[in-house]
């Protein structure tokens, strides 16, 4: 629905919440085989996204919470990332060093407890994967661009362009991936369409922003001493990436932890996992849970007020 306009359309994704919510509700009970007695929570998306979309789950999370007599939890999107990894490693603990890369957000988050988030590098300008969609429909190869990229990077040589990585001298932990976006459109324009090397453009381009999230990465984890990486969001299911770091991350005897691929994209089952943790601690939603299309990962303890 949204490939036909190359990027989501808020509108629809509103519209289409209201019509999916019920049927994937129960979808879900009917697999877990779950009965309602055996649920402690309900945990909800609550901030930061589409508020549309937002809308229509707390909606539907307050009911629930409200005729069941449960719990409301509204959880952070980007915790809820976070907790992905719990989902790979149930025994993961704090303190870590989470390199959080998705559509809209691309940061270097320090955890020293659940619930506790230092933000100690963070992009400039573009997310990581929304490069990946820019450069992907510069390339011709639809929407989500992060998965056909990769593809199409499988049969190139990342060695065949180079382009800049978008350093900031005055702050080495911070990510810009403008400039390569611009790069890339640069070099496309020097080739008629059809003798595009896609595969080519497409290999060089994921191997400049793995170098540049993994460098930045080692760097801040060298800097606060942070002896376990924790990478996630929908760019951590790139297998470049996740190959380069976890070379260079075994390299120097730290641990990895990435999600299984099918849960770094957005899901559900991180959002309950967040929602399990702030319910264990007695962090509980008001049922006046407003949902808000901006909030700080470092204020998500509002959500509990
Ligand atoms: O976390 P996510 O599902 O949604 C947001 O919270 O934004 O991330 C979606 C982003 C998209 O930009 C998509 O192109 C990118 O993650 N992505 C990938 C891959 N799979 C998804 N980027 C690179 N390689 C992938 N395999
Ligand atoms: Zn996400």
């Known amino acids: 629905m949204h490939g036909a306009w190359g990027g989501v359309v808020p509108e629809i994704a509103a519209r289409e919440h209201v019509g999916a919510v019920n049927r994937v509700l129960a979808a879900a009970l009917a697999q877990a085989q779950v009965p309602w007695a055996d649920i402690d929570g309900i945990a909800?998306?609550?901030a930061p996204g589409l508020i549309g979309s937002l809308l229509v789950g707390v909606a539907a999370a307050k009911t629930l919470a409200?005729?069941?007599r449960k719990?409301?939890?509204g959880v952070h999107h980007l915790e809820g990332h976070l907790c992905s990894a719990l989902l790979a490693d149930p025994h993961l603990e704090p303190p870590f060093l989470c390199l959080l890369v998705s559509g809209g957000h691309s940061s270097l988050v320090w955890v020293p407890a659940w619930g506790a988030y230092q933000i100690l590098g963070q992009t400039r300008d573009d997310a990581a994967g929304e490069a990946f969609d820019k450069v992907a429909r510069l390339l011709g190869l639809g929407y989500p661009g992060g998965p056909a990229l990769e593809k199409a990077a499988q049969t190139g040589n990342p060695k065949s362009y180079p382009l800049p990585q978008g350093k900031i001298a005055e702050a080495p932990l911070d990510f810009s991936f403008s400039g390569l976006k611009t790069a890339v459109r640069?070099?496309?324009?020097?080739f008629p369409p059809?003798?595009?090397p896609v595969a080519d453009i497409a290999a060089s381009f994921q191997h400049t922003v793995a170098e540049a999230l993994v460098q930045r990465t080692l760097r801040c984890a060298e800097t606060v001493g942070a002896r376990t990486i924790v990478a996630v969001g929908g760019v951590a299911a790139n297998t470049g990436l996740r190959s380069r770091l976890q070379t260079e991350a075994g390299?120097?005897?730290w641990q990895v932890v990435f999600p299984p691929l099918s849960l770094c994209t957005d899901n559900a089952a991180m959002i309950g996992c967040a929602g399990g943790l702030r319910l264990q601690r007695g962090h509980?939603?008001?049922l006046t849970l407003t949902p808000r299309?901006?909030?700080a990962l470092t204020a998500c303890d509002e959500l509990y007020r």
């Open 44 to 46: 909800v998306t609550a």
């Open 66 to 68: 409200w005729v069941y």
């Open 71 to 73: 719990p409301l939890i």
């Open 186 to 190: 640069r070099l496309c324009e020097k």
């Open 194 to 196: 059809e003798a595009l």
């Open 251 to 253: 390299a120097r005897g």
């Open 284 to 286: 509980v939603s008001p």
């Open 293 to 295: 299309s901006r909030l």
